[in-house]
């Protein structure tokens, strides 16, 4: 017998079969090597070559959009992003400079809204926006050739709301590194022994008139209300990686003393100044492209809002380290902090406390003063 | 600012007369039916709080075994929100925090200031000295809830290594997952009957940060900080006085506590305290 529902399905696999030859891979005519790519949530960053000796590859991508309810404090504070792959900010993808990306654009039938991607490296499209709009229930693939090195920036831009979305937590970062790695300004190679990726939220969360974050059933009732605190320009909370203290305690990024790490640091809206309490930036992209010779010995260095940077540093001393935007409120009182545990031999020559503290001496003007003895 | 300078003078003298008052045997005072334990004298170790060093190396605090020579009266539960109210609506104790509405629940977000001066308005209400604990008192009321907070043993020469050892410490202490005030006994009470100790709310306490410095059993106080008190809780920590959120207390890179609450000791009255209670009394007034 057939049912509606039989007929429905019938109707479905009918439909599919249908479209099936249109939705299936397109003929590859660039004959590239293809390699793919399993990416991780940050601040850790998929394995990756500094330099390579191979030749251009067309290079896969999968990011999946995740719309969900997130805490973002120690609190509980509670908060509908929008995120690719369910992480703020999304993973960081590294190709090389030549190389093709072939990003697949995935948005589950579970999520409520079109969505789309706006790569900073990528050129033409609204940097693929124009390209790449999917609605729940559809996936797009978007392949573009990375032709400059550098740290980007990539953002969700759906017309009408697109702030809403990058501050609900959908950017993220592409790397392109140059083919022969990178370098300081004479020519000389640098590497890292390890890469962090931070990437830094400003949330804007409602509250009720008596002061108390407001709660949303679904992403789209929080629309409003949330759109009138962005335009305020003041944000609830400024966040590394999602949600106050992502970067500290137990999660603290690790290194050790003599090691180099690359730190990346993206900022998808809003200006902000990254910060090493107790180190320096030795080789800084402060604007995150390669082809500019790196600024050295930085103490804080600028992140305009829509762009990424990276910094390289090699730890010195072991200790705990803050990594912070030095508006120290928004790093002490938003939560725009993180720490480094970095383990190592202390170097006395680079600071040691000669004394600790004691109470001050009692003033002997006259008496044992040094100087007062050799006149 | 003058107001709660003259507390401040009130309760050092309460907190003064304390140990003459311990030796007065007094009926039992009528307090609070919901909630004053009384805890029999015993015997306790204790990790002095502070900054020790010995011969200019930072070491733990000496650990010394004391004992409670009297009753100790301390409240089973920390001050509420309903409570704390009372002392807003007359007008003595500030309004702090915006608070979730509960009134069972204890009072956060006050500061050591607002502490005291709640104690000072409670014992002006009941005819009863009520005052902060020391930390030597609330480390015996706590019993098995106290945490000795001894560092892990480091090299001297490398002073990144206790940091650090510090630092996983404090990251690897479970934590309540709920961060908002809970009802009374929430947390669990302990072998002496009180409630919800070392739970989401660290304890003020009366006790001044020292630095010290130890010569085989000799110990030499080098400075005494006032403005910053003890605080206690699922582990110690040296808070501002003026602090109401202990995040913003904290340094760089450590663990703060919670929430800032406290509970109080309540002194039998006796001639000596009297005394005291009656000029802390008259300041109050002034104020
Ligand atoms: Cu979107």
Not at chain 1, 75 to 82: D, E, I, L, N, Y
Not at chain 1, 269 to 292: A, M, Q, S
Not at chain 1, 343 to 368: F, I, R, Y
Request: aromatic share 8%; hydrophobic share 40%.
């Amino acid at each position: 017998m057939l049912t509606r529902r039989t007929a429905l399905m019938g109707a479905a696999i009918a439909a599919l079969m249908m479209t099936a030859p249109v939705v299936a891979e397109t003929a590859d005519e660039l004959k590239l090597p293809r390699e793919k790519v399993t990416l991780v949530a940050p601040p850790a960053v998929h394995p990756h070559e500094q330099a390579t000796k191979s030749g251009p590859k067309i290079i896969e991508f999968k990011l999946t959009i995740r719309e969900k309810e997130v805490v973002i404090d120690s609190a509980g504070t509670k908060f509908w992003a929008m995120t690719y792959d369910g992480s703020m900010p999304g993973p960081m993808m590294v190709l090389h400079e030549g190389d093709y990306m072939e990003l697949t654009l995935v948005n589950p039938e579970t999520n409520s809204m079109p969505h789309n991607i706006d790569l900073h490296s990528a050129t033409g499209g609204l940097g693929g926006g124009a390209l790449t709009k999917v609605n729940p229930g559809e996936q797009v693939k978007l392949r573009w050739k990375a032709t400059r090195p550098g740290v980007f920036v990539y953002h969700c831009a759906p017309e009408g709301m697109i702030p809403w979305h990058v501050v609900s937590g959908m950017h993220g970062t592409v790397m392109v590194l140059p083919r022969d790695g990178l370098k300081d300004g004479a020519g000389k190679s640098l590497h890292y022994d390890k890469i962090y990726y931070i990437g830094e939220n400003d949330l804007y969360v409602p509250k009720d008139e008596n002061g108390k974050y407001k709660t949303y059933e679904t992403v789209g009732e929080s629309y409003a209300d949330t759109t009138e605190v962005m335009r305020k320009l003041i944000p609830t909370h400024v966040v590394f990686n999602g949600s106050v203290g992502s970067l500290t305690g137990k999660n603290a990024m690790t290194a050790k003393v003599g090691e180099t790490v690359l730190i990346v640091h993206s900022q998808a809206n809003r200006d902000t100044r990254p910060h090493l309490i107790g180190g320096h930036g030795d080789y800084v992209w402060e604007t995150g492209k390669f082809n500019n010779p790196p600024e050295k010995d930085l103490e804080t260095w600028f992140v305009r809002g829509g762009s990424a940077g990276a910094a390289l540093y090699t730890f010195r001393e072991p200790g705990i380290y803050a990594y912070v935007n030095h508006n120290l409120i928004e790093a002490v009182e938003l939560g725009a902090a993180a720490h480094f545990k970095v383990e190592g031999k202390w170097n006395d020559d680079l600071m040691k406390q000669v004394t600790p503290p004691s109470p001050v001496p009692p003033d002997k003007v006259g008496t044992a003063d040094p100087v007062a003895v050799t006149r | 600012m003058l107001m709660l300078m003259k507390i401040k003078i009130a309760m050092l003298v309460g907190a003064l007369a304390a140990p003459v008052l311990a030796t007065v045997l007094a009926p039992p005072p009528q307090v609070d039916p919901e909630g004053i334990s009384r805890l029999a004298p015993a015997s306790f170790s204790y990790r002095a709080a502070g900054d020790f060093s010995r011969s200019g190396k930072p070491v733990e605090g000496p650990l010394r075994g004391l004992g409670s020579p009297t009753e100790l009266l301390v409240m089973k539960r920390q001050v509420t929100v309903a409570e704390y109210d009372r002392c807003v609506e007359e007008g003595a104790c500030p309004r702090v925090g915006s608070q979730s509405g509960r009134r069972d629940v204890p009072i956060v977000g006050v500061s050591w200031h607002d502490a005291s001066t709640y104690a000072a308005w409670i014992s002006l209400k009941t005819g009863v000295t009520h005052r902060l604990p020391t930390d030597e008192e609330w480390t015996f009321a706590a019993a098995e809830k106290a945490r000795d907070e001894a560092l892990p043993l480091v090299d001297p020469a490398d002073p990144a290594q206790a940091w650090i050892a510090r630092y996983e410490t404090e990251s690897n202490r479970s934590r309540p997952a709920e961060t908002a005030p809970q009802p009374g006994g929430t947390f669990g009470t302990n072998s002496k009957g009180l409630d919800d100790l070392a739970g989401n709310i660290w304890e003020w306490t009366d006790t001044c940060f020292i630095r010290a410095s130890l010569d085989g059993n000799r110990e030499q106080v080098t400075n005494t900080n006032c403005g910053v008190r003890v605080v206690e809780g699922a582990h110690r920590a040296y808070m501002t006085d003026f602090i109401r959120d202990p995040k913003s207390g904290g340094c760089a890179a450590g663990v703060p506590p919670t929430n800032l609450g406290f509970r109080l000791i309540v002194e039998r009255p006796g001639a000596a305290v009297a005394d005291a209670f009656r000029k802390a009394v008259k300041l109050l007034r002034r104020a």
